[in-house]
């Protein structure tokens, strides 16, 4: 199993870029597909990006052309570059991992505050 840890969230005016970055120790990252999600307050959690095993990448509508998943598994890192911050991403950011062959997202972290100030 791995166990994401996020960092990168903070306070940027609308208009700005944020990186969060999630390492997630297990010898078998490179087999997990990894997710980033955000829960707004009042609001359900949402999946923002993802990317495959093999690479297949997917956005949510309102963040396509702003923000950019990556992950380097070599380093066991996955990444989402948020550019163009809007009032309306702020929330709290989880990355999360799902197993080959599983439907559902079963390791999660913490989850790093992003806050877009207007």
């Known amino acids: 199993q791995v166990q994401p840890v996020e960092s990168g969230g903070g306070t940027v005016q609308a208009g700005g870029s944020l990186r969060l970055s999630c390492t997630a120790s297990?010898?078998?990252?490179?087999?997990?597909?990894m997710g980033w999600f955000r829960r707004a307050p009042g609001q359900e959690r949402e999946l923002v990006a993802s990317i495959s095993s093999g690479g297949s990448i997917y956005y949510e509508e309102s963040v396509k052309g702003r923000f950019t998943i990556t992950r380097d598994n070599v380093k066991n890192m996955v990444y989402l570059q948020m550019n163009s911050l809007k009032p309306e991403d702020t929330a709290l950011y989880y990355c999360?991992?799902?197993?080959?062959?599983?439907?559902?997202?079963?390791?999660w972290g913490q989850g790093t505050q992003v806050t877009v100030s207007s």
């Open positions: 999360a991992a799902r197993r080959f062959g599983v439907a559902n997202y079963d390791f």
């Open positions: 297990g010898r078998t990252f490179s087999s997990y597909a």
